[in-house]
């Protein structure tokens, strides 16, 4: 492996550096981003829990006519709404996500509205009909998640689907995340939190509020889906980019020392042929 | 005097969590004032509307609230509301 080798090894130290730099860039935009998108992610908490309660005290007000958001349905159609990546490069973050949902979707009919060009890639590779999809994850705007929501009641008004589940990432700290599959429709009663406020006033009536007030809270829950699922992306990626300099940093460690150790092999070598030309 | 604890938050972050006298806003049924010891109450706010809040302190704030959801109960105010801004300041 020594001296006519020498050429060979420098061209892959200087190709594992650029490598090298492409992935300490991209780790200092991802702890950048992420800096971001832990901040949004903070501000959504304090709405999703108010909106929450308030959500829950208005559902079960009526406690004798339910609506039919809460009552189960049999499950023949259902509809995932898959958070997923802009980009690649991020560990397995992306693959995570498919392989939960592939796991988890084979006991019914199912469809699936992507976000995130990754997952739309994905998808559109796969079985599993996309109804309606969203591009980007990165500044999903309320807005944009308010259609999604309005069209997704829409559809389960109609009973087209029979439940919606919201799958995403959920940031719990930069090297941790975790995909959750979280049932949107029905609204599960499980997860009502134990006292509500069944005793009040509702205007105009309760029904009327609920059919109002879901569409932005169902909105509130994808936006912040979406914001934990942009932050758990970045987190990913630093982690990913981070061992991948590390390893190119090892690699050219190596590759300086198999150099020097040929370049010091060829000087040998050309000591010895000098040496042995002298003594004829 | 009594206070009713006031908290008006947006997806995009919290904009009031304090102690305050009253809070007057615009409900699809019209304007609507809360006080202290108010019943549970629960009502659909106006696509566009002003809210006026009393602070603890007697300052009256204004500010535009658009959409969403009042919810009172047990002196607990929530202002549940997709776009808010502050008009003064």
């Known amino acids: 492996m020594a001296g006519a080798s020498m050429k060979d090894i420098k061209l892959r130290i200087r190709s594992v550096e650029s490598t090298m730099q492409i992935t300490k860039a991209m780790q200092l935009v991802a702890s950048s981003k992420l800096r971001g998108a832990r901040a949004r992610m903070e501000a959504s908490k304090p709405y999703m829990k108010v909106a929450r309660t308030a959500l829950w005290d208005i559902a079960l007000h009526n406690t004798g006519a339910q609506s039919h958001y809460v009552i189960p349905r049999e499950i023949r159609q259902r509809c995932y709404i898959v958070i997923a990546g802009d980009r690649g490069l991020a560990g397995s973050y992306n693959a995570n996500m498919f392989k939960r949902i592939e796991w988890d979707s084979r006991d019914a009919a199912c469809c699936v509205i992507p976000i995130g060009r990754k997952a739309i890639e994905y998808y559109s590779h796969s079985p599993m009909p996309i109804i309606t999809s969203v591009e980007r994850v990165e500044g999903l705007s309320f807005e944009a998640c308010g259609e999604i929501a309005g069209r997704i009641l829409e559809s389960y008004d109609n009973g087209e689907y029979d439940e919606i589940v919201l799958a995403y990432t959920s940031f719990v700290s930069v090297l941790l995340q975790k995909t959750k599959l979280k049932p949107l429709l029905p609204l599960d009663t499980r997860q009502a939190p134990e006292r509500t406020n069944r005793q009040m006033l509702c205007e105009p009536d309760a029904d009327a509020l609920l059919k109002l007030f879901l569409p932005q809270y169902l909105a509130g829950l994808i936006y912040s889906a979406a914001c934990n699922s942009f932050a758990s992306e970045q987190a990913a990626r630093r982690v990913a980019m981070d061992s991948a300099t590390k390893n190119a940093g090892d690699m050219i460690e190596d590759l300086s020392l198999r150099y020097n150790r040929a370049r010091q092999s060829s000087i040998t070598q050309e000591l010895t042929e000098i040496v042995a030309g002298a003594e004829h | ?89």
């Open chain 2, 1 to 89: 005097m009594a206070l009713i604890h006031l908290t008006i938050v947006t997806p995009e972050g919290m904009y009031f969590d304090a102690e305050a006298q009253r809070v007057i806003v615009r409900t699809t049924g019209g304007d609507v004032a809360i006080l202290p010891h108010h019943i549970a109450y629960s009502a659909a706010l106006a696509e566009k509307g002003e809210a006026r809040l009393v602070e603890a302190d007697g300052r009256v704030r204004r500010a535009e609230v658009e959409g969403g959801l009042l919810h009172v109960s047990n002196d607990d105010v929530q202002v549940i509301t997709n776009r808010f801004h502050w008009k003064d300041a």
